[in-house]
């Protein structure tokens, strides 16, 4: 039974996913503009996002906020904020590739307690809360049972345009490419973790990137019975750490392994 929190996130997520589905078919079309279909998109990124700051502020109006588009703001509750990304693979929305999320997590005293990824273009619509398990629609989630490297696929995301961490990453799947099934890069971090807590994925790991793409999935793989932490050891709520390594309880000690072996 689903707390009054996640009914607010559920109800947040498909208001703001029924906006997005309309301007993807926008986008869709816009492909063949010269000018391409970027402010557009943004557009749409912040409408979602003001959708779902609004639905949430007018349920939790002292709650904490941090959001992709907006910013941050201190709730007067200090133990409480809201971590969100509204539209997660905004690259993929951009040229019309259904592969992107909307993504909420509420976060108490430094811990995510409540999660919620909408995968509007699959209808899949990712949930977990602190101790009650984490499902897809009503399917509750397990993580793989895999016990093997190299039969293990992974997912990260690779830095665009030369990014700061391209070296590490290259030097991270130079490692690891070798001794696995392979890498995907589907470009959207909150559902490559939902992928990891559902055991599409067996891992995923990502260097340079922000709480509001990982606050969500990470408590998804721990309630699928997953391991998440930082890359780096890190002070203060993991989801703030810019790093992340996942992947089911058998291979995260070989994988984290692998990933950190470097730092
Ligand atoms: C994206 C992440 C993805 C990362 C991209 C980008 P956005 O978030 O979900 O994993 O590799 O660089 O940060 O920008 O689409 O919300």
């Not at 941050?72 to 539209?87: F, K, M, Q, S």
């Not at 984490?134 to 397990?142: E, G, I, P, T």
């Not at 997912?155 to 070296?167: D, I, K, S």
Request: aromatic letters at 8%; charged letters at 25%.
């Amino acid at each position: 039974m689903a707390s009054a929190n996640l009914n607010v996130m559920i109800k947040a997520a498909r208001k703001a996913g029924r906006s997005l589905v309309k301007d993807f078919r926008e986008v869709e079309n816009l492909q063949v503009s010269s000018k391409g279909p970027g402010d557009f998109v943004t557009r749409a990124d912040r409408e979602a996002e003001r959708i779902i700051k609004e639905e949430l502020r007018a349920a939790r109006p002292n709650y904490g906020w941090c959001g992709e588009e907006t910013g941050t703001e201190p709730g007067e509750d200090p133990t409480r904020r809201w971590i969100v990304d509204p539209l997660d693979g905004t690259t993929n929305f951009l040229h019309g590739l259904p592969h992107w999320a909307v993504s909420i997590a509420l976060e108490h005293k430094g811990e995510v307690v409540a999660a919620v990824v909408f995968d509007p273009a699959k209808d899949e619509l990712f949930s977990a809360e602190k101790g009650d398990g984490a499902f897809v629609n009503d399917q509750r989630l397990r993580v793989s049972g895999r016990r093997d490297m190299n039969s293990a696929i992974f997912a990260t995301g690779v830095p665009f345009g030369g990014r700061g961490t391209l070296p590490a990453t290259l030097k991270d799947l130079a490692r690891l490419m070798p001794v696995c099934a392979g890498v995907r890069r589907w470009g959207s971090a909150a559902l490559d973790l939902a992928y990891v807590a559902a055991g599409r994925y067996d891992g995923y790991w990502e260097r340079g990137i922000n709480a509001w793409d990982v606050g969500a999935g990470w408590l998804l793989v721990r309630e699928a019975g997953g391991f998440v932490e930082p890359i780096r050891p890190h002070d203060g709520p993991g989801v703030d750490a810019g790093d992340v390594v996942a992947a089911n309880a058998q291979l995260f000690e070989t994988f984290s392994g692998i990933i950190r072996s470097r730092d």
